[in-house]
């Protein structure tokens, strides 16, 4: 080093102490704005959180998961077809349904089995089916025998079960044992209806729709759901015993009651109400760190910083989705369509998690109540003008000319297909008659009924000597 850059170097030393606080000036800087724009941000999603709970309040009051439940009816022990439920799926043998002597699912679950049973409900059982159905519900006679206290049971509440992560409700095991129910009475229905005990078979058939009935207003979408698929068994079940056997009016009065019970259910509504509650309380514990298995450090902050810009937008849509659940079901699908609530050009001012991650499961699962709440409300209207046309019938010698004639006698109103908002339809067939919906791509015609597409709600009734013929392989 030169004697000259030695005495340069006190004089560079300076400089670059200058450029150091410079740069860490501007690094300060910085970081204020940025801290500024995020608090600026905090406060305006605060702001925004707290006018989307003030509009569910307004809109909806007691919308909170623990005031839902506060909100519940209280079933009295004794009218209670929950517990009946999980009494009679732990008297199940195991495996359940049993196996057949090849180790395969025996009749009839067999899928070649119940696709006959959808497509050709007035042909009765063969020797084999029928032995099958009693091998297995001999099985099952001490289950049995609980599970007909059903039918006399339309009203049900299982308790509820949250776990420590945040107090979120967990998903009830329940839902398995009432499908094993529901197999256990459609058993039940198909072998009573082939031995003539026609009363009994509908009986039954209750028992089936009050299985889905015993989850009652659980604040959860996917127990609804699940009473969704049960309305669905329940009507199939009463198609086929009426196309078999004929009941007493007593028991087609009783059997129709309780599908107009069913049939004023806003399922729909439920399950949106529980849903809301449910995001919210999800992105609270997911803000708080609540949740266990979201990570710590800088990936729980970043989730909590993304959560927390969320929060509002999900608490403004799920609340559309419940208003729009308010409404008559006939016009519940249309308004979906035309507020579209989940369109790209819709979601554009969301923030990228709530866009990527909420939304897509949010639309999953309004769409899931929404149709189902509109197919199987179709189904219920068609199964009780069905039955109200089955009584018509045993009282006058002839089917109805139109569903007009049964009121009042025998409908209070003509019931609204819900996917056009008009009257049902009724059709004559050569061997008798069906009710049907035009369904939800409004092609529905009748005769999409009788090929047996389940996608098209319907019901068929049989004139009396084209019931119950010998199975035809």
Known sequence: MSASDILEAPARL???????????????????????????????????????????????????????????????????SAPVVLNAARLLPKPWPPLGADGTAAFPVQEQSLRRLVLAPAEELDAQQTQDL???????????????????LPTGRYP?????????LSIPGNIGLMREMVTLLSFDTLLRAQETDADGALASCRGILNVGRSVGDEPMFLPQIVRMEIRSAACGKIEWVLAQVQPSEAALAAAQHLLEQEEVEPLFLIGARSLRAGWHQVLAALRDGDLQGIGSGLKSSLMSSATFSSRPAMLYL??????????????????????GLFRKDRLTDYPVMARVYFVPRIEKVTTDLATGQARTQAQLRCAIAAVASERYRRAHGSWPSSLAALVPDYLVKVPVDPFDGQPLRLRRLEKGIVIYSVGADGQGNGDIIVAGK???????????????QPPKR
């Open 14 to 80: 300076p400089r670059r102490r200058r450029r150091m606080r410079i740069v860490l000036g501007i690094l300060l800087a910085c970081a204020v704005l940025a801290t500024a724009y995020i608090l600026i941000l905090l406060h305006l999603a605060d702001k925004d959180l707290r006018d989307a709970i003030a509009e569910a309040d307004r809109l909806d009051p007691g919308w909170r998961l623990e005031e839902l439940e506060a909100k519940r009816a209280n079933i009295p022990e004794q009218q209670n």
């Open 134 to 152: 009693r091998t297995a519900l001999t099985k099952a006679q001490s289950a049995l025998t609980e599970a007909h206290k059903l039918s006399d």
């Open 160 to 168: 509820l079960h949250q776990t420590p992560d945040g107090g979120i």
């Open 318 to 339: 799920n609340t559309r989705i419940v208003e729009i659940a308010k409404l008559p079901v006939e016009q519940q699908l249309q308004r979906l369509k035309v507020d």
């Open 454 to 468: 389940p996608d098209h709600p319907g019901f068929r009734l049989w004139d009396e000597q084209h019931r119950r």
